[in-house]
């Protein structure tokens, strides 16, 4: 079992900077990546950006955040973050932490999530 817990939501004006955070406890070995996932009021859950455990790190990142968005991980705290500059109205939702692990299957936890609200 995979356990996460994120932080780090708030209320920013247009333009201005958050940063996430998503603590992993439980069975952390097992974990193959972990990313942040959002949902805007009325629609569905979408990716968002996505770090890959024991690839040098490598990231993808939806297209809309793209250069904006910055994921990143300290193995040492079991904890992924996710820096958010130059925020806009649009990136407004729930922003959920995800952790797929293999345990002879791939299996998905998810954070409570932490809301994110960008004014305009």
Known sequence: QVQLVESGGGLVQA???LRLSCAASGT?????????????PGKQRELVAVIVSGSGGTTNYADSVKGRFTISTDNAKNTVYLQMNSLKPEDTGV????????????VHYWGKGTLVTVSS
Do not use: D
Request: with cysteine; hydrophobic share 40%.
């Open 15 to 17: 333009g201005g900077s």
């Open 28 to 40: 952390i070995l097992s974990i193959n990546n972990m990313g942040w996932y959002r949902q805007a």
């Open 95 to 106: 922003y959920y932490c995800n952790a797929v692990a293999w345990v002879g299957r791939s």
